[in-house]
């Protein structure tokens, strides 16, 4: 078995999907151990004690952690990772993989490669049960957007056969430079030509903060992306993405360099901006663009499901669980590693790797280590911010489903693909029902239909999968709508752009400080001086009586003592 072998189109493939701490490493276990089980009928091992004994790959099949932070070895407690014995014996792929020291992080497409590479090297028995968090993850590897390429380690020029260093982890263009818009200035494009590398050339005109254009050193730090922080860098990244790809431009803050710098990296990978016409695109095979997401594998698909209401009591009680099992300790260590790989804790870059972390950033301003770090007033503070961002990122889980990986799943159907996603409850409840499904699925039997099975509200969640008018994935375009921002020029300094969401724009302008800053003339400046010093006056007036009530009343306790 060759292990470049992409996986064949007909091998099946389970997925567990759902909002982080629903349940779904417990069905996953649950899942590949029913296999063992089903397949091997005559050993008829119903005890549970004596399978947890069995040795890791006696089950046909193998867990794929699809959790962009469990990716990091150690620091167990804050990326919620499964324990040994949760792992039930059976195998876990994707966990454990990166060094959070090294810096970097696994994008997408290296995530997609390496589980390609591991579901390659399994023998056709063998059943991966692709298992997290991170949707984005399942759904790239398993109805792949046409414009992502499965070769990109063939094509990119780092060693795709050494060990996962920092180095190998960095992007490199996968392609020669796109055609790039006439108008841009040529400072611009020299940093388009070098901003991946580890010194970019900067532009000087737009050096405005630190004069010289600081050379942007990334010697001191062992991160693979070079840190950020920078605001005139910040700035001409961003304006050169606005120069190339304005669309993309006006998706993101202008400080958001790692966002700004993806979309430049996507730019790269695509062959240039979808305004340019595809005739003069390199590369680009016109032939397949309109392909649609394909579904790879038969596919079977586990949505463990709760909604918010009842889920959000639950994680609540889960954080309190880290903080017993040692969070605060990680995130000490945790700022050990910031300070090894950007210099200072302060100039952390959040959107960045491990430091991503639900409860890292939320800790920040509780000192660690500290002899009773619970009593500090701190603590509670950043308690109450990581179970709210905890609840915020189980919705934006939620909504990637509906939004984004219901429609893939939808077009891959379309396109001929053989995918089911059944709604289970989580824990004990809907192990049963799964695991009933999963027989038919291996059996090639016909399958029960997906709204009467499983989750109450399973109807309901699917609706979207039958209903033809709508579903379709979001695109580019669409997103680009969605999050269009624009700056504000009246309330912008020179260097510092005021950058707004289209929501935010609306409430902007009719703030105060924008009508200020918009309307300096038209305000009468003497009557709003003569306004500040009348006002100024009433309050020393009301200060003055103050005092006088106070030396009152400091003088009568005394006049009462002398009475008696
Ligand atoms: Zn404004």
């Not at 000490?332 to 959107?351: F, N, P, Q």
Request: hydrophobic residues 35%.
């Amino acid at each position: 078995m060759s292990a470049s072998t992409p996986a064949e189109k007909q091998r099946s493939i389970v997925a567990v999907i759902g909002t982080t701490g629903v349940g779904k490493s417990d069905l996953a276990v649950a899942l590949a151990q029913s296999l063992k089980s089903f397949t091997n009928a005559s050993s008829n091992s119903e005890n549970a004690s004596c399978r947890r004994q069995e040795k890791v790959r006696q089950f046909p099949a193998v867990v794929l952690s699809a959790d962009s932070m469990q990716l990091y070895k150690g620091l167990d407690v804050i990326t919620n990772k499964v324990t040994e014995e949760e792992k039930g014996g059976v195998e876990h792929w994707g966990l454990d993989m990166v060094s959070p020291g090294e810096g970097g992080s696994w994008e997408v497409g290296k995530w997609c490669n390496e589980a390609d590479k591991k579901v390659a090297s399994l023998p056709a028995s063998t059943l991966p049960i692709i298992c997290g968090g991170t949707h984005y993850f399942i759904q790239h590897y398993l109805f792949p957007p046409p414009e992502l390429s499965f070769d990109r380690s063939e094509s990119s020029s780092t060693s795709s056969k050494s060990a996962p260093t920092s180095t190998a982890l960095r992007w490199t263009p996968p392609r020669p430079l796109p055609l790039i818009p006439q108008n841009i200035a040529p400072e611009m494009v020299r940093l388009l030509e070098t901003f991946w590398t580890t010194k970019p050339e900067w532009p000087h005109g737009l050096m405005t903060q630190n004069g010289e254009g600081s050379t942007f050193e990334i010697s001191s730090s062992n991160s693979s992306r070079p840190t950020l922080n920078d605001d005139a860098q910040l700035l001409a990244l961003h304006h050169l993405l606005c120069a190339i790809d304005p669309k993309e431009g006006r998706r993101w803050h202008w400080r958001d360099g790692r966002k700004v710098r993806r979309s430049l990296e996507r730019w790269w990978e695509r062959g240039g901006s979808d305004d340019i016409p595809i005739a003069v695109k390199e590369n680009v095979n016109s032939g397949d663009t309109k392909a649609g997401r394909q579904a790879r594998f038969r596919t079977l698909i586990f949505w463990v499901y709760e909604p918010l209401e009842t889920l959000r009591p639950r994680l609540d009680k889960r954080v309190d669980r880290m903080v017993e099992n040692g969070l605060l300790r990680e995130i000490a260590e945790l700022r050990g590693i910031a300070k090894e790989i950007y210099g200072t804790t302060e100039s952390t870059d959040h959107t960045e790797g491990i430091f991503q972390s639900i409860g890292y950033k939320e800790f920040a301003s509780l000192a660690l280590p500290q002899r009773d770090s619970l009593s500090d007033p701190a603590y509670k503070a950043a308690l109450e911010r990581t179970k709210l961002s905890t609840h915020q990122y189980a919705k934006s889980q939620l909504k990637w489903i509906k939004k984004q990986l219901l429609p893939a799943v939808k077009e891959a159907k379309e396109l001929g693909g053989e995918v089911e996603v059944y709604v289970v409850n989580g824990g004990h409840k809907g192990i049963a029902p799964a695991v009933d499904i999963l027989k038919v699925f291996m059996a090639q039997d016909e399958l029960p239909k997906p709204e009467k099975i499983g989750h109450g509200d399973a109807q309901d969640l699917l609706e979207l999968l039958n209903d033809p008018s709508t579903g379709r994935v979001p695109d580019t375009t669409d997103r680009q709508h969605i999050n269009a921002r624009r700056h504000c020029d009246a309330c912008s300094l020179p260097g510092q752009p005021i950058s707004l969401s289209l929501n935010e724009w609306d409430v902007h302008v009719k703030s105060r400080l924008h009508k200020r800053n918009a309307n300096p003339v038209k305000r009468d400046k003497e009557e709003w001086i003569a306004q500040q010093k009348a006002e100024g006056e009433r309050k020393r007036a009301e200060r003055e009586k103050l005092k006088v009530e106070l030396a009152e009343l400091k003088l009568r306790p005394d006049q009462h003592d002398t009475i008696v």
